[in-house]
């Protein structure tokens, strides 16, 4: 096969806005744009040309033992053009990779398309707030948008505790200290604990996989920070029903109650593809924590919590399906397009049929 260049390919995947880039043995390399997974017209890649890949951009740190590994993720970045992570992985023995673009810019909210509310979300100055939603659907991006906001307005010290690094900040009017897992602390629980000696207003764990990390981020929540830190959650309720369930059946009442105290919002996200517009546009659910919605968390009621938010115009909550109406209302989506994204279709088809007139636009 004619000579396989790992950068020249990354390139031109750039250059064609794609999001990820997926490369396994005996197959021709897939990218994923506008979130569908696409072939590229080249010829099989051999377990010698991805071996060879592999070397060529792994960091000198781990490069002698990556090929021995069975995973493995690491950061790459080509000068200009974009930074990389990437995922390292075998499958029936074979090396893979899926590769993650990192562009350098960080965007605005505006420029993002999220509602302009979560300029107020990220006032707090304790608490934790939980940016939720699927693999893929942005959290990295709206996150490093959020950070960014409060590095540009307000003077803080600001601690990202991340696996790997993404996003690059520059100090601004705040100073940020970024920190890899395996790298400059030993875990995610750890580069917490060690986080509360050095001075930090704000914490921002990459993501919260286990009890021991859940924990500590609870802590430096009730502890004066703000936390901000992702769950694979597609809604408020799921997320707080994923925490609790994190711990012991035994200390779930006293989870909700420290919960309760300490949550500050919730905002889960996809993005949803407009055929017309050839690009994805992100719907957002946020939840405030409200003392009616403290409450409900800490009795266990979540039903309650799903109410709440379908009435909307309350304390600047939004439900998806109104976030999915409203990109109807604007002509970016349309409604059969809103329709396959929503959890909850009757619901959004009697807001087309009326009920949804008068809802506040939350992206105007």
């Given at each position: 096969?004619?000579e396989?260049?790992?950068?020249?390919?990354?390139?031109?995947?750039?250059?064609?806005?794609?999001?990820?880039?997926?490369?396994?043995?005996?197959?021709?390399?897939?990218?994923?744009?506008?979130?569908?997974?696409?072939?590229?017209?080249?010829e099989?890649?051999?377990?010698?040309?991805?071996?060879?890949?592999?070397?060529?951009?792994?960091?000198?740190?781990?490069?002698?033992k990556?090929?021995?590994?069975?995973?493995?993720?690491?950061?790459?970045?080509i000068?200009?053009?974009?930074?990389?992570?990437?995922?390292?992985?075998?499958?029936?023995?074979?090396?893979?990779?899926?590769?993650r673009?990192?562009?350098?810019?960080?965007p605005?909210?505006?420029?993002?398309?999220?509602?302009e509310?979560l300029?107020?979300?990220?006032?707090?100055q304790?608490?934790?707030?939980?940016?939720?939603?699927?693999?893929g659907?942005?959290?990295?991006?709206?996150?490093?948008?959020?950070?960014?906001?409060?590095?540009?307005?307000?003077?803080?010290?600001?601690?990202?505790?991340?696996?790997?690094?993404?996003?690059?900040?520059?100090?601004?009017?705040?100073?940020?200290?970024?920190?890899?897992?395996?790298?400059?602390?030993?875990?995610?629980?750890?580069?917490?604990?060690?986080?509360?000696?050095q001075?930090?207003?704000?914490?921002?764990?990459?993501?919260?996989?286990?009890?021991?990390?859940?924990?500590?981020?609870?802590?430096?929540?009730?502890?004066?920070?703000?936390?901000?830190?992702?769950?694979?959650?597609?809604?408020?309720?799921?997320?707080?029903?994923?925490?609790?369930?994190?711990?012991?059946?035994?200390?779930?009442?006293?989870?909700?109650?420290?919960?309760?105290?300490?949550?500050?919002?919730?905002?889960?996200?996809?993005?949803?593809?407009?055929?017309?517009?050839?690009?994805?546009?992100?719907?957002?659910?946020?939840?405030?924590?409200?003392?009616?919605?403290k409450?409900?968390?800490?009795?266990d009621k979540?039903?309650?919590?799903?109410?709440?938010?379908?009435?909307n115009?309350?304390d600047?909550?939004?439900?998806?399906?109104?976030?999915?109406?409203?990109?109807?209302?604007?002509?970016?989506?349309?409604?059969?397009?809103?329709?396959?994204?929503?959890?909850?279709?009757?619901e959004l088809?009697?807001?087309?049929?009326?009920?949804?007139?008068?809802?506040?636009?939350?992206?105007?």
């Amino acid at each position: 096969m004619s000579e396989f260049s790992i950068v020249k390919f990354l390139k031109s995947a750039v250059n064609t806005n794609a999001s990820d880039e997926h490369l396994k043995v005996g197959y021709s390399p897939y990218v994923r744009i506008n979130g569908t997974i696409k072939k590229i017209s080249m010829e099989p890649l051999t377990k010698d040309v991805l071996d060879g890949a592999i070397t060529e951009i792994a960091p000198l740190s781990i490069r002698d033992k990556i090929l021995t590994k069975t995973d493995i993720d690491f950061m790459y970045e080509i000068p200009g053009c974009s930074r990389f992570r990437v995922n390292y992985n075998r499958q029936l023995g074979q090396p893979a990779l899926v590769i993650r673009n990192i562009p350098y810019g960080i965007p605005s909210l505006d420029t993002l398309g999220l509602p302009e509310m979560l300029n107020s979300v990220i006032k707090y100055q304790n608490g934790i707030i939980f940016v939720t939603g699927p693999t893929g659907s942005g959290k990295s991006t709206t996150l490093a948008s959020l950070i960014n906001q409060i590095a540009m307005n307000s003077a803080k010290h600001i601690i990202t505790i991340e696996d790997p690094i993404e996003y690059i900040f520059t100090n601004s009017k705040s100073i940020i200290s970024q920190r890899q897992v395996s790298v400059d602390t030993e875990s995610y629980s750890d580069g917490i604990k060690y986080a509360l000696r050095q001075d930090p207003d704000v914490i921002f764990i990459g993501e919260i996989r286990d009890k021991e990390t859940m924990g500590a981020a609870l802590k430096a929540a009730e502890t004066g920070h703000l936390v901000l830190t992702t769950l694979h959650t597609n809604d408020a309720v799921q997320t707080i029903n994923r925490v609790v369930n994190m711990f012991e059946e035994s200390n779930r009442y006293i989870v909700r109650k420290q919960l309760s105290e300490t949550i500050r919002a919730t905002i889960a996200q996809k993005l949803v593809y407009s055929a017309k517009d050839d690009k994805r546009y992100p719907a957002c659910e946020i939840m405030v924590a409200t003392p009616a919605i403290k409450d409900y968390i800490s009795k266990d009621k979540p039903d309650e919590i799903y109410e709440l938010l379908g009435e909307n115009n309350i304390d600047d909550m939004i439900s998806m399906n109104t976030s999915l109406a409203n990109l109807v209302s604007l002509g970016k989506l349309s409604e059969a397009e809103a329709l396959e994204a929503s959890n909850d279709e009757n619901e959004l088809e009697k807001m087309f049929r009326g009920i949804f007139q008068g809802t506040k636009n939350y992206y105007e």
